[in-house]
């Protein structure tokens, strides 16, 4: 039996229509709209002959035992954001699904797959990311925080959960599910414009960036925007603005896909009659080398210090969250390289700016590699993503089995690429990607920013140079 991608964009279709509404989708994890769609996920599986079991953490697994006990882990999340896109994570699950009911036709596979749909990739209701996947890796510490985290509505997350099955003190039981795991495969939206930019279908992941995430306060001395002279104030306003100012340098002199962000300034008292008194700075730094990170967060200290000094007002520095960078497995990575050459006749190797779940299954020490499809515009976290090109891309997308239909990495697409996602080997040609109404017109021409051609050519010429040299130029989303 062959892969039948089309069937694949058929049922994400199915879902859309199942769980979404004309805002996006709304698989919000721990709703009914969420249910609804594991019970759906359960349905599509069922006849196959898959042991399917749920832990302690809400994971749903499907086992396809084989010779070995040794398994093969395909990993996607069917939660989304409320107003989501069609694609973020259940493009993961739903080609899993795919690749299971192939195995499932064939003789008993050499080694155990096993699908797993995490629970609560997205942490959209309660603010906590990778629920899931971190209590299955066993790095799940936060449980006395997670017993105080309420949502909108006041609920809190103990009594949510426990209504799904789970026992927040037991949670990391699901640790087990790794045990005897010899590889974990995640396909994704890239999320970012990288992939389109270079006009290619398919990437691959080195790894999950580095995230130092701190607030910067800088004090100065509200006084009467009217009467204090310009010499005599203390703006903390104006630390501030250079500081937002000098993180853009700082990322550009680091290079290798560092990013810095300040996502948000609060001032007080915040009046137009008013110099000033206090600035909250909310300031996001990220790059897939520790060291390299490291050194980032020192130079915005340095500045921010220096820039205090000038403005003759105080800084003051506290971290919000951190997390190192999660680096996947070399040889997986040569592999899945090698499968997307295949498929698609060039690679692209890059990392990721947001976290995901494989991240976590990294951590656990299992060997892991993503495979990025392309993004339209970069966008996932909005019914923008891919609806509005989807409807009439998918229709004129002609899915074919691939040359060789006994391959493992046999599934491609032929025709326009449907805007960046579920690429297609012939993304690169104009003229096809054309037939996709409007996408040249949309395609951003700062996708990266001041940086665009230099990158290009840069990574083109040397697509196998490893990780760092290749690395690293995406954007973040969490
Ligand atoms: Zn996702």
């Given amino acids: 039996m062959a892969l039948d991608p089309a069937r694949t964009v058929a049922e ?42 749920e832990d302690e953490a809400a994971n749903q697994w499907w086992t396809l035992r084989g010779d070995s006990e040794r398994s093969v882990l395909i990993g996607g999340h069917i939660d989304s954001v409320p107003n989501g896109g069609w694609l973020d994570g259940c493009l993961n699950v739903l080609a899993g699904v795919e690749v299971l009911r192939r195995l499932a036709e064939e003789r008993r596979p050499a080694t155990t797959v096993r699908l797993v749909n995490w629970a609560d990739e997205e942490g959209a209701r309660f603010g906590r990311s990778l629920f899931g996947s971190s209590a299955a890796a ?24 426990g209504r799904h099955g789970v026992d927040l003190d037991r949670a990391t039981e699901a640790r087990r599910q790794l045990e005897g795991a010899a590889a974990y495969l995640e396909l994704h939206i890239e999320q970012g414009p990288v992939l389109e930019s270079l006009g290619l279908p398919l990437g691959v992941v080195l790894g999950t960036f580095g995230v130092e995430r701190h607030q910067v306060t800088f004090r100065g001395q509200a006084a009467h925007a009217g009467s204090t002279p310009m010499d005599n104030r203390r703006d903390a306003l104006a630390g501030a603005a250079k500081l937002e100012l000098e993180i853009r340098e700082i990322a550009k002199r680091t290079g290798e ?32 080398d520790a060291e390299r990170l490291a050194a980032m967060l020192a130079q ?32 997986l990575i040569e592999l899945a390289d090698e499968a997307v050459r295949e498929v698609a006749g060039q690679s692209h190797r890059l990392p990721s700016g947001p976290l995901h779940d494989a991240a976590e299954v990294s951590r656990a020490g299992v060997p892991t590699v993503m495979l990025f499809v392309q993004s339209l515009r970069g966008l996932s976290h909005t019914k923008l993503s891919p609806s509005t090109w989807s409807s009439r891309c998918a229709r004129s997308t002609r899915w074919r089995r691939r040359r060789s239909p006994g391959s493992p990495h046999s599934w491609g697409a032929e025709g326009p690429a449907p805007g960046g996602s579920l690429g297609s080997a012939r993304a690169r040609s104009p003229r096809r990607r054309s037939a996709c109404p409007g996408r040249s017109a949309r395609r951003s021409p700062s996708a ?26 995406d954007t973040s989303r969490r």
Avoid at 16 to 42: F, H, I, K, P, Y
Avoid at 138 to 161: I, K, T
Wanted: charged share 35%.
């Fill in 138 to 161: 066993g790095s799940m510490a936060d449980q006395d925080e997670l017993r105080d985290r309420r949502d909108a509505e006041g609920n809190a997350l103990p009594e949510v959960v």
């Fill in 12 to 53: 994400l279709r199915e879902l859309q229509e199942l769980t979404g509404d004309e805002n996006g989708a709304q698989r919000v994890a721990w709703t009914d709209t969420w249910v609804r769609a594991r019970e759906w996920l359960r349905e599509k599986l069922a006849g196959l002959p898959l042991e399917l079991e």
């Fill in 257 to 288: 896909g560092a990013v810095c962000t300040v996502g948000g300034v609060v001032t007080k008292p915040g009046i137009v009659t008013s110099v000033v008194e206090t600035a909250e700075c909310l300031l996001d730094q990220r790059h897939l």
């Fill in 300 to 331: 915005a200290k340095e500045a921010s210090e220096r820039f205090a000094a000038e403005e003759d007002v105080e800084v003051e520095w506290g971290r919000i969250w951190s997390i190192e960078p999660i680096l996947f497995d070399e040889a």
């Fill in 448 to 473: 990266h920013g001041r940086g665009s051609s230099g990158y290009r050519s840069r990574c083109c010429r040397s697509p196998r140079r490893t990780g760092r040299s290749c690395a690293s130029r």
